[in-house]
């Protein structure tokens, strides 16, 4: 214990592996129904979000970070993340091209 809040120690490599592995979270597509369809707004959500968070992590940047180059609200890029929202097609046109600048300047 330390100041009254139990702590717990890791080896360094042990820390950075649960951190990489916390950073891993996508949100999960949903499950057909009984004919096997997908219900289609969910599964495109879902679908965009881990698009979205897949290319944002390849080029290294936090939701904040991509949020400021978009032009958008970081809290709204979080709820684009977690598949919670059907974002505006300009939001996604804001996203898409501060993806692509991010992208042409790791080329650089």
Not at 7 to 20: D, F, G, W
């Amino acid at each position: 214990m330390r100041n009254g809040r139990r702590m717990v120690v890791l080896e360094e490599s042990e820390y950075n592996r649960l951190r990489m592995k916390a950073d891993e979270w996508e949100p999960l597509l949903p499950e057909p129904d009984g004919d096997g369809n997908y219900p289609a707004v969910a599964y495109a959500r879902a679908s965009l979000a881990r698009d979205i968070i897949r290319h944002r992590r390849r080029l290294g940047l936090t939701q904040v970070e991509l949020a400021k180059r978009a032009g958008i609200r970081p809290e709204t890029l979080c709820r684009i993340e977690l598949g919670n929202r059907t974002p505006a097609i300009g939001t996604v046109q804001k996203i898409d091209r501060a993806l692509k600048k991010a992208e042409a300047e790791c080329v650089r």
